[in-house]
């Protein structure tokens, strides 16, 4: 049966290639391959959020007077309604934390030099999607604190010049945050994020097929590797049910909570503070003047997205000693940002 | 001939971009009938207390001052957008988003914010209070 269905495919489609490839490509084995396997997992953690996000959407109603109660009803009366919203909210939480895992680690394994330069801007930009995800979903369930984290992030873009105001009013969609930003966000979380993702995603993975995995410059006179089918496959399954089962025992020991509904006239509460993975930018709003703090950010963004080149010592298989300690910089920054947070909030 | 062809495509887009970027943006809504707005009968409100309500489509707030009087200012932090909370306890507006604070007057006390809290007229027709559209910045 398998032959015949093979051979079906095969007839009309010339799959030799195909399998000439899976035959051929390796991965390559140094003492710092464990970081690949943060690539995999996150692809396994979009699939489970695509699947979760599917599920929860056929209850939702982006609408501020149906939308908490949405939510509510998933969670207390579907059958495994929290299971599935709280693989969606520990999910997200995870897939952030491997991304950015993923992007550190390839970044001081300097795997974004030549040739692998727009992989890397690939990878940053879905980087961008994740947050942006995590930042569109968190207005859905309409509570307190999501509403009010939902007016910070609509308008922090109104601080810069001349398309600023244009692009918070287009978030908003009126005035203020309220029933025309909940379908935005809803929108976006849904249809525009996914598909920008889907595309950024596939070319991410294709580049990644054709260029194959970076060798760090320390570990360029290691020639060991070892079969992608099934080697690394098996052991990237073994990675994401790993994964998984630790995902599930978040979900069943912390279940996702929902806050109470959100008065928008009534004032932000004390103590409100972002998820973890927001807190660096909130701490530096706290403590800088907001012009400089997103000025700083963008510009810390932008010098990120263009480091392959910037390190033109990377590109050269040169070690570049500065943007180690550059990486290690931003990295000590948002870790002590977001510890600051926690401690004095 | 190729720069033709380019500036046509360009052409072409701008054309299809304009009403798409048009149609994102909302449009401005007639403020007309919202100049003006009832909050709350007088003697309801004791003194040092704040009453919350939406005017020109954002929080604003009524507050009963210790001396019997009112005043009104928009509750939308100049910072970043937050609602600010009053805080009898001082008599000023606390911002729990990123920590500004504002005096009753709508002037900052403390940053992030640079900008002070637009503040609205009070009127008191008969028993009724009203509060209407900005008459200066505090």
Known sequence: MKQRLVGFFDERMDLSALRRWAKEKSVPQHKHSFWYYFGGLALFLITL????GILLALYYSPNPAYAHESVKYVMETVKYGWLIRSIHFWGANFLVAVVFIHMFSTYFMKAYRKPREVMWILGVLILGLVLAFTFTGYLLPWTTLSYFATKVGVNTPSIMPILGRFITRIMEGGRDVGAATLTRMFTLHTVILPLLAVLLITLHVLLSQVFGSSVPLSQANKREAIKFFPNFLMRDAAVWAGGL???????????????????????????IKPEWYFLFVFETL???PETIAIGTITLAVLVWLIVPFLDRRASRNQK?????????????????????????? | MNRILGGGVAIVAAYILYPVIRFLSPPSVALGEQSKVFV?????????????????????????????TYTSLSAKCTHLGCTVQFRSDGDYFHCACHGSEFAITGKVMRGPAVLPLPKYQVSVSGEKIFVSVPIEPA
Do not use: C, H
């Open chain 1, 49 to 52: 959020q695509i699947i979760t």
């Open chain 1, 320 to 345: 570049s000693t500065f943007f180690t300690l550059f990486g290690a910089a931003v990295l000590v920054y948002m870790i002590s940002m977001t510890i600051l947070a926690y401690l004095t909030t």
């Open chain 1, 245 to 271: 089962a630790i995902l599930l025992a978040m979900v069943t020991m912390f279940p996702a909570g929902l806050g109470p509904k959100v008065n928008p006239v009534m004032p932000a509460p004390v103590g």
């Open chain 2, 40 to 68: 709350t009968d007088t003697g309801i409100m004791k003194r040092n207390t704040a009453k919350y309500f939406k005017f020109l489509d954002e929080p604003a707030v009524l507050v009963r001052l210790p001396n019997g």
């Open chain 1, 286 to 288: 706290r403590r800088f």
